[in-house]
């Protein structure tokens, strides 16, 4: 069964720094498009940064000079360096992939369980 599994979280003041990582695991045929989403309370969630396979990124405007996204295609892991917090970065922050498998070698859509980032002010 494929997983995606996150850490890095956690609370920082404003200015700060924190790295996310997520690493997909199981039987695994291969691992294309890794993002990073995230959801506020009381709002949808929301695109922050994603990569693919081969390294072209994508982020949304409002992270775009602090937060830099990155992936190890050998561990299958995608990383996020979040520089500059600012408190409207608090969310909960998701792993996305989309991952063949071994049992089905279907391209498919996976999310991780969420892990909580909190900036104060």
């Known amino acids: 069964q494929v997983q995606l599994v996150e850490s890095g979280g956690g609370l920082v003041q404003a200015g700060g720094s924190l790295r996310l990582s997520c690493a997909a695991s199981g039987s695994i045929v291969g691992v294309n498009t890794m993002g990073w989403y995230r959801q506020a309370p009381g709002k949808q969630r929301e695109l922050v940064a994603r990569?693919?396979?081969?390294?072209?990124?994508y982020y949304a405007d409002s992270v775009k000079g602090r937060f830099t996204i990155s992936r190890d295609n050998a561990k299958n892991t995608v990383y996020m360096q979040m520089n500059s917090l600012k408190p409207e970065d608090t969310a909960v922050y998701y792993c996305?992939?989309?991952?063949?498998?071994?049992?089905?070698?279907?391209?498919?859509?996976?999310w991780g369980q969420g892990t909580q980032v909190t900036v104060s002010s």
């Open positions: 996305n992939a989309d991952i063949v498998a071994t049992i089905n070698k279907r391209l498919e859509n996976y």
């Open positions: 990569i693919s396979r081969g390294g072209t990124t």
